[in-house]
């Protein structure tokens, strides 16, 4: 059988569809689990998250979600906040010809204290997006978040938005979280029989500031880490210059730690044939996993298909 034949048959085997041929154009794929051929995704429905691990490998994965918007006073103080789990989220197949791309929108109510009335609200959007074809083969083990806050009622011109995003790996009992760097511009799920890396969410330095009356600029972010080995929050607080900005951008990553040849295939192929099989809608397929979620909690669990 021919290199490609295998391709082909490794998406047919997985149960790979398209969601674009079975549902009108725009409409999300059910259920919002996805595979490029490389990794596995699985997104939520109540806030924009996904867990992504390496495709075939049990009991790896890791989560990373929004939860939370805050404004945050010079002194550090929590003046207002926004929390985006349990919201009705408009959810969007935006995918493309080289892209597998989730799209979230909400409009969310913004508080002072969690049990007062709101003040305002605020658009929330996130782009989850990964390559799935031979020509983005460098991000087919990754999946990018494009996050935009648009509409901040500010309290104060002179104060910052802070994001707060959660991980966790979805088997505590076999990975845990680590600093993968002293800046902190990275964690990583490590095994822990073997103590490698199974998969990694990094961020961007900066955001890009929008402004009433137009134009835009770049943000210093600055990221502080809350770390435990089985959960961890990244609180992303924009830079000096940014209150008052008509919307804020944040860009980070969540992938996972590839060998360079999988099953003796170059892993490019396997961005091949996630092209091949078009865009990728993970039903059940022998050997791969669906992670849920519990009801009324963040937390996953991962059932194994048999």
């Not at 490029?36 to 429905?45: D, E, H, K, Q, R």
């Amino acid at each position: 059988m021919s290199r490609l034949a295998v391709l082909v048959a490794v998406a047919t085997l997985a149960g790979l569809g398209s969601p674009l041929s079975s549902a009108s154009a725009g409409a999300p794929p059910s259920p919002l689990a996805w595979s490029n051929g490389a990794i596995l995704c699985n997104f939520t429905s109540d806030h924009p998250a996904v867990t992504v691990s390496a495709l075939g490998a049990q009991e790896t994965g890791l989560y990373a979600g929004v939860s939370q918007v805050e404004e945050v006073s010079s002194s550090g103080t929590v003046v207002a906040s926004s929390s985006t789990i349990g919201s009705s989220w408009n959810i969007t197949n935006l995918s493309s010809p080289r892209t597998l791309t989730l799209g979230y929108g909400a409009t969310l109510p913004v508080r002072s204290s969690p049990t007062s009335a709101p003040i305002g609200s605020v658009a929330v959007s996130a782009h989850l997006s990964t390559g799935y074809d031979d020509d983005a083969a460098a991000n087919v083990s990754q999946v990018a978040i494009h996050l935009v806050v648009s509409g901040w009622p500010w309290v104060s011109n002179s104060d910052r938005l802070a994001v707060l995003i959660p991980l966790w790996p979805a088997f505590s009992s076999t990975e845990q979280l680590v600093a993968a760097s002293s800046n902190h511009s990275e964690v990583q799920s490590v095994s822990l029989s073997t103590g490698n890396p199974e998969e990694y969410f990094g961020w961007s330095s900066s955001a890009l500031a929008g402004f009433p009356g137009g134009g835009s600029a770049s943000v210093p972010v600055s990221a502080q880490l809350a770390l435990a080995p089985a959960y961890a929050t990244v609180t992303w607080t924009s830079g000096s210059g940014s209150g008052g900005a008509s919307s804020l951008s944040f860009d980070s990553q969540v992938g996972v730690v590839l060998p360079a040849r999988v099953l003796g295939i170059p892993l490019y192929e396997y961005g091949l044939a996630g092209g091949l099989a078009g865009l990728v809608a993970v039903v059940a397929a022998a050997g791969l996993r669906q992670v849920r979620k519990r009801p009324s909690t963040l937390e996953f669990v991962e059932g194994e298909e048999r």
